[in-house]
T-cell receptor
Framework: GEDVEQSLFLSVREGDSSVINCTYTDSSSTYLYWYKQEPGAGLQLLTYIFSNMDMKQDQRLTVLLNKKDKHLSLRIADTQTGDSAIYFCAERRDSGGYNKLIFGAGTRLAVHP | DAGVIQSPRHEVTEMGQEVTLRCKPISGHDYLFWYRQTMMRGLELLIYFNNNVPIDDSGMPEDRFSAKMPNASFSTLKIQPSEPRDSAVYFC????????????FGQGTRLTVV
């Protein structure tokens, strides 16, 4: 995941908003994703955004995309202790008719009372 | 469907031994990915297949690593010989070609080489 960058840690108080940031490198990426990994588990898709959008909202989640700066963010409103997990940003890269997902290193979100 | 199934969940082996990790993708999916997760390097794509054919293995660390997909419902990742620095969690994921291309992940295999 060396081409997709995220900060490694974020600590927030329960009830506050969390904002996790990501930068990617491939300007032709068509889809960008946020995945969540809980302890001892695999990754699960949280949400995704198509590259021709600049915002997507899904309940407590808001994704913002700045395609010019290749910057993606995930905002979690009213953060709960159950949101504590590792959050991965991923970009879909298309090449030769095939596509693959490249992930960042993940941001560990800690929610404290 | 039971989702992507990986085995074993945990593997502890001695340096120099051969290790084989197994994956059963979701039925009907035409892409299969192998990732490795470490604290130092995050989640790295090792290799991926489309319709059982390896497309890109540029992420495979070295010749000690090999992966096969003999049919649409089974893939293996083999390390021979294993080394302590191979210790990591290895994930298999599958997806279906389409607009969204959501990848579904298995629970992972935690490999410890001592």
């Amino acid at each position: 995941g060396e081409d997709v960058e995220q900060s490694l840690f974020l600590s927030v108080r329960e009830g506050d908003s969390s904002v996790i940031n990501c930068t990617y490198t491939d300007s032709s990426s068509t889809y960008l994703y946020w995945y969540k990994q809980e302890p001892g588990a695999g990754l699960q898709l949280l949400t995704y955004i198509f590259s021709n959008m600049d915002m997507k909202q899904d309940q407590r989640l808001t994704v913002l995309l700045n395609k010019k700066d290749k910057h993606l963010s995930l905002r979690i409103a009213d953060t709960q202790t159950g949101d504590s997990a590792i959050y991965f940003c991923a970009e879909r890269r298309d090449s030769g008719g095939y596509n693959k997902l490249i992930f960042g290193a993940g941001t560990r979100l800690a929610v404290h009372p | 469907d039971a989702g992507v199934i990986q085995s074993p969940r945990h593997e502890v082996t001695e340096m120099g031994q051969e290790v084989t990790l197994r994956c059963k993708p979701i039925s009907g999916h035409d892409y299969l990915f192998w990732y490795r997760q470490t604290m130092m390097r995050g989640l790295e794509l090792l290799i991926y297949f489309n319709n059982n054919v390896p497309i890109d293995d540029s992420g495979m660390p070295e010749d000690r690593f090999s992966a096969k997909m003999p049919n649409a419902s089974f893939s293996t990742l083999k390390i021979q010989p294993s080394e302590p620095r191979d210790s990591a969690v290895y994930f298999c994921a599958s997806s279906l070609q389409g607009r969204n291309t959501e990848a579904f992940f298995g629970q992972g295999t935690r490999l410890t080489v001592v």
